[in-house]
């Protein structure tokens, strides 16, 4: 299984064409290059992320109309997680988006290191809004536990008091909290 595995992946990069000039055109791109080329209309989210510098997202990455560019643009945000990032993300945390949403709190977890306590006030006021406007609850459930792990992980004195209070919550949220008191446990 693991030579079939391996004889595919380098059949996938390998030309048919045998000697023929490796930089004539192929009928199929090589794996290496379907993985590593961003979306189209993307590339500027792609550089801003592999150079970690948020400095090169710019409002349209942000709020752009396009979900999808959104959630790159939180993605590429939260991988950055620097001190110019942080400002962006938390402006992100009131995407109408959930995964935009998920995704600008994971970051925010990530790196707590800047106002802490202002911080875990947006997170909880987020959580405290995501089911206004939903009457199913869906978006709630996507974006909880990402916001109850950074809540925990920001490890704030406010963090406790917000956490045990949801435990008393719906489901979801109570498991949210659960985790997310477990990340502020492993924090201390």
Not at 63 to 68: A, C, I, K
Not at 126 to 136: I, Q, T
Request: aromatic share 2%; charged share 20%; with cysteine.
């Amino acid at each position: 299984m693991r030579r079939r595995a391996l004889v595919l992946a380098f059949s996938l990069g390998c030309s048919s064409q045998g000697g023929a000039d490796p930089s004539a055109n192929s009928v199929a791109p090589s794996a290496s290059t379907v993985l590593l080329t961003p979306p189209s209309g993307m590339r500027e989210i792609h550089a801003a992320e592999l150079g970690r510098s948020a400095q090169l997202l710019g409002q349209p990455d942000l709020s752009s109309r396009d979900p999808e560019r959104r959630r790159r643009a939180a993605l590429a945000l939260a991988r950055i997680a620097d001190a110019h990032a942080h400002p962006l993300l938390l402006r992100m945390l009131s995407d109408e988006d959930p995964e935009v949403v998920a995704l600008a709190a994971y970051g925010l977890g990530f790196d707590c290191s800047h106002e802490r306590d202002k911080t875990v006030s947006a997170l909880a006021a987020r959580a405290a809004s995501l089911s206004v406007g939903d009457p199913k609850g869906e978006a709630k459930t996507r974006a909880i536990v990402p916001i109850a792990r950074a809540i925990g992980r920001c490890a704030s004195p406010l963090s406790e008091e917000i956490l045990v209070s949801w435990l008393g919550a719906a489901a979801a949220q109570a498991e949210a909290a659960a985790l997310g008191l477990g990340d502020l446990a492993a924090a201390h």
